[in-house]
């Protein structure tokens, strides 16, 4: 007959607590942000490409087309009324003859960082009357629309100072920009469309001058012809 044996207790042994803080998170991804955006250093890496002669000539803009924003002054009571029924006509554009387009060239620096940027190697003409959108003739003779002037003003969302001083109307944001290019008879639109990196927009910076000619950039977001 076998001999029953008692079962021996091993003492119990406690884990060290663990020290206080933090506890560590396995697997989880850190997150990373965007940095933000220096305007003035990206201005500066156009004008350097321009004077450098690192870019390539694509042709003429014709028109730029511009999205809703809030904040343009076209939805604020300093917008007066004629404009205001502008607009809802044409949509938010504004557009060249064929006098004054001025030069769109793509930027062949080198530090494209993951996004083509496009240039104005000359200074911007100042914007031509239009005809006023509001008339319409229904007969051959009838006579011609009165012009009317076109008001950056008017559809900039604000103004941004550059670290020199010079101020800039911030028009925003870009949806597209119509190219006549050169040699070819057609064409080209350039869309603009949300950086997927920062999720920002494009936007134009246009020098605030009532006279002569102006200097002009296209900053953030993301430009392609797709």
Same mark, same amino acid.
């Given at each position: 007959?076998?001999?029953?044996?008692?079962?021996?207790?091993?003492?119990? !042994?406690?884990? #060290?607590?663990?020290?206080?803080?933090? !506890? #560590?998170?396995?697997?989880?991804? &850190?997150?990373?942000? #965007?940095?933000?955006?220096?305007?003035?250093? /990206?201005?500066?890496? =156009?004008?350097?490409?321009?004077?450098?002669? /690192?870019?390539?000539?694509?042709?003429?803009? &014709?028109?730029?087309?511009?999205?809703?924003?809030? $904040?343009?002054? +076209?939805?604020?009571?300093?917008?007066?009324?004629?404009?205001? *029924?502008?607009?809802?006509?044409?949509?938010?554009?504004? *557009?060249?003859?064929?006098?004054?387009?001025?030069?769109?060239? *793509?930027?062949?620096?080198?530090?494209?960082?993951?996004?083509?940027?496009?240039?104005?190697?000359?200074?911007?003409?100042?914007?031509?009357?239009?005809?006023?959108?509001? +008339?319409? /003739?229904?007969?051959?003779?009838?006579? =011609?629309? #009165?012009?009317?002037?076109?008001?950056?003003?008017?559809?900039?969302?604000?103004?941004?100072?550059?670290?020199?001083? &010079?101020?800039? +109307?911030?028009?925003?944001?870009?949806? =597209?920009? %119509?190219?006549?290019?050169?040699?070819?008879?057609?064409?080209?639109?350039?869309?603009?469309?949300?950086?997927?990196?920062?999720?920002?927009?494009?936007?134009?910076?246009?020098?605030?001058?009532?006279?002569?000619? %102006?200097?002009?950039?296209?900053?953030?977001?993301?430009? $392609?012809?797709?």
């Amino acid at each position: 007959m076998p001999s029953s044996r008692a079962a021996r207790s091993e003492p119990s !042994r406690e884990l #060290p607590s663990p020290a206080p803080g933090p !506890r #560590p998170s396995f697997g989880a991804p &850190t997150p990373i942000r #965007p940095k933000p955006v220096c305007l003035a250093d /990206k201005i500066d890496r =156009q004008v350097s490409a321009i004077r450098g002669h /690192k870019f390539a000539d694509l042709g003429l803009v &014709t028109r730029i087309q511009l999205g809703i924003s809030d $904040d343009s002054a +076209y939805l604020q009571s300093q917008a007066n009324d004629h404009m205001k *029924e502008i607009t809802r006509l044409q949509g938010l554009t504004f *557009e060249w003859n064929q006098h004054c387009r001025p030069k769109i060239s *793509e930027v062949l620096d080198g530090q494209t960082g993951g996004t083509r940027q496009f240039v104005f190697p000359d200074l911007w003409a100042q914007l031509p009357h239009i005809p006023d959108p509001r +008339y319409r /003739k229904l007969h051959v003779l009838d006579p =011609q629309p #009165p012009e009317i002037p076109q008001r950056l003003e008017f559809f900039a969302s604000g103004v941004v100072i550059h670290r020199d001083g &010079t101020k800039f +109307y911030c028009l925003q944001p870009v949806l =597209q920009l %119509a190219i006549q290019p050169f040699g070819v008879a057609t064409f080209l639109l350039l869309h603009g469309r949300a950086n997927p990196w920062d999720g920002r927009h494009p936007a134009l910076l246009v020098e605030a001058k009532k006279k002569g000619c %102006a200097m002009a950039f296209l900053v953030g977001g993301k430009l $392609d012809f797709s």
